[in-house]
């Protein structure tokens, strides 16, 4: 559910701002849909993954890949294609590591174990 949530609001939320609006997203993702770490982790790749994986394939067969080839020199890559499974592994660990963030912070402010009887 919440890889949902991070991508569909990440979607509105990149429309209307800049692009590390995503993290405020996985953030409050990560506190509002509660599950372990290891699946907070998991939900927030999958969702900025599947965005930033279906924005790049978009963009590179919307003008038949000429900005990527043009831009694949500067990281000193061989063809512009290879940029579209490098933005979604840098975009995959950005969201996990935003999602698992909010988890740990609603651990720490919201925690059953914290209070006293």
């Not at 290891?38 to 927030?44: D, N, P």
Request: net charge positive; hydrophobic share 55%; charged share 5%.
């Amino acid at each position: 559910m919440a890889w949902f949530f991070i991508y569909i609001g990440g979607m509105i939320s990149t429309l209307l701002g800049p692009w590390w609006t995503i993290v405020i997203v996985a953030i409050v993702a990560g506190f509002l849909f509660p599950s372990s770490a290891r699946s907070a982790f998991w939900q927030g790749m999958i969702g900025v993954g599947l965005l930033w994986g279906m924005s790049t394939i978009t963009i590179y067969l919307k003008n038949d890949g000429l900005l990527m080839d043009r831009v694949a020199p500067i990281f000193f890559l061989p063809d512009g294609w290879i940029l579209i499974p490098v933005t979604v592994l840098i975009g995959a660990l950005l969201g996990g590591l935003a999602c698992t963030a909010g988890w740990n912070l609603r651990r720490s402010v919201w925690s059953p174990s914290s209070s006293t009887s």
